[in-house]
């Protein structure tokens, strides 16, 4: 028969032993906690979360050629033109920004081709102004602005034909402004005007006199 104290010992003993055993069966089979694996920092995009951000950064470059364009009317008014004209070319090229990103954007292509207009490329501004309008033939700058092109290049009859139209928008405003440049104009120079019976924004060729 064994004394109290190796009784003592003996339990002490067994219970170390079992402490060794468990330890690595909990490790073995999960029962300690496991750190979980860091979500991805670069979740893919759909189609549509792409293109709507290509949208939002069209718009950023248009707000920016926007307020361009009022800085170099304000220089215009103050008779800084050459400062006025770098502020019209950093326009028209974040214009072309934006329409890289949207070419369905038509109030960038109507930016675009103030600009241009502005810097003295008539043609292409008629393109753009054009292009604008098959996209929303019922937006208003555009037509006025293609209309004061057509006044600048003395195609008064074109000019007429946007006016007509802006009244039948009910665009007001920009009829009158668009209504006192034509008279303006006729008052001028006559009544000599240049006719074009081509589409909105293109240009017509011009017939070849006579010999070679």
Known sequence: MRNPIQQLLSAAALAAASLVVT??????????????????STQPRDPESAQMS????????????????EKAKKDLAKGNEKNALKKFKRALERSQRALELDKEYFEAWNLLGYSQRKLGDLGQALTAYGTCLKLNPRYVPAREYLGEAYVELGKIDLAKEQ???????????????LEAMIDAWVAGNGKKTETDPTSEGEEKPKAQEGGD
């Open 23 to 40: 330890v690595p069966v909990l490790a073995a089979t999960g029962g300690a906690p496991q750190p979980s694996t860091p979500p991805s």
């Open 163 to 177: 006016l007509a139209m802006l009244k039948k928008l009910e665009a007001e405003a920009e009829a009158k402004e």
């Open 54 to 69: 290509a949208r939002e950064e069209a718009e950023r470059f248009y707000a920016d050629a926007y307020g361009d364009i």
